[in-house]
């Protein structure tokens, strides 16, 4: 019931109501304090006027500048996603093995790229694409940053994978292997599938990271994405901040359409994984008459 007391809690008293209104009233003035120095600062640099914004409302500044940027962005987000996602699944269930030969190094490999930031992998990748390839210096920036969102976020996603599989009950496995299926058979048939919806909070908060972790590769590799627009469309304009609020903007819609999308799914997989089979009617409870006793 909505009106019953949470457990969690003590519901609060008259002073407490006050007290936390006069909390809330302080922090919004606060807040609308910090906005209005900010409104203010900008102003007296000329950050409002219409010549500064009037770049975004003209097709040329999105067609030749912000929609491509946008969709670099969104390629180098999906190849590292698509890449990822199964190379966390295949460490994940590796760190998982009764093998120590796979065990091991599979845990070594984890921990060592996920204790790298994401920026000095693409920098190795980068040098390493340079030096031992011949891909041209155009798209090597993308094969640079894809290489550094792969090896960072799969090595993360494969700790979500592990978790995800550990918190199951064991008497999944147990049952499994009562069937007489193999430790193979029972994590890809079994566990694996039951696992993805534990996980999907998890992966999605990881790929909400790996689409802003893109924005890296414009500050030291020269990689022509979205954020990359902050210094082409200045050196024309000379609208720092309003082509910062738009790129930020753009990130914040593109963020939240994942994470839409992954709620949906998240629902789809909820409703197909419950049972829709109907109740069998209650057996009979009718008793049976006792034949009379003979008498002795």
Not at 67 to 83: C, E, F, H, K, R
Not at 158 to 172: D, H, M, N, T, Y
Not at 239 to 249: A, C, F
């Amino acid at each position: 019931m909505s009106g019953a007391p949470s457990v969690l809690y003590d519901a609060p008293g008259p002073k407490a109501k006050v007290r936390n209104l006069v909390y809330s009233v302080v922090f919004l003035a606060l807040l609308a304090a910090v906005a209005w120095f900010v409104f203010v600062a900008l102003d007296d640099k000329g950050q409002f006027t219409s010549a500064m914004w009037s770049p975004f409302v003209q097709g040329d500044t999105w067609t030749v500048y912000l929609l491509p940027g946008l969709g670099t962005t969104l390629l180098a987000a999906v190849l590292a996603i698509v890449i990822a996602l199964p190379v966390g699944a295949v460490f994940g269930i590796a760190r998982l093995s009764d093998h120590v030969w796979i065990r091991v190094p599979a845990g070594v490999l984890v921990e060592l790229f996920r204790a790298i930031p994401v920026l000095m992998l693409m920098l190795f990748a980068n040098f390493f694409y340079d030096w031992y390839t011949d891909i041209d210096s155009d798209v090597r920036p993308l094969f640079a940053v894809v290489t550094g969102l792969v090896l960072y976020n799969g090595s993360v996603l494969a700790e979500v994978f592990r978790a995800g599989i550990e918190s199951l009950p064991k008497g999944q496995s147990e049952a499994a292997y009562a069937l007489g299926l193999r430790k193979t058979q029972t994590m890809l048939t079994i566990l694996l599938p039951q696992a993805v919806t534990v996980m999907l909070p998890a992966i999605v908060s990881q790929l909400v990271v790996v689409v802003k972790d893109t924005a890296l590769g414009s500050t030291i590799l020269s990689f022509s994405d979205l954020l990359s627009n902050y210094r082409i469309l200045p050196a024309n304009y000379g609208n720092t901040i309003p082509t910062l609020v738009v790129i930020g903007l753009i990130y914040v819609v593109v963020n939240w359409v994942v994470t839409r999308l992954a709620a949906m799914l998240e629902r789809r997989l909820s409703r197909r994984g419950r049972s829709t089979a109907r109740p069998t009617a209650a057996a009979s409870t009718t008793a049976v008459p006792v034949a009379d006793m003979p008498t002795v």
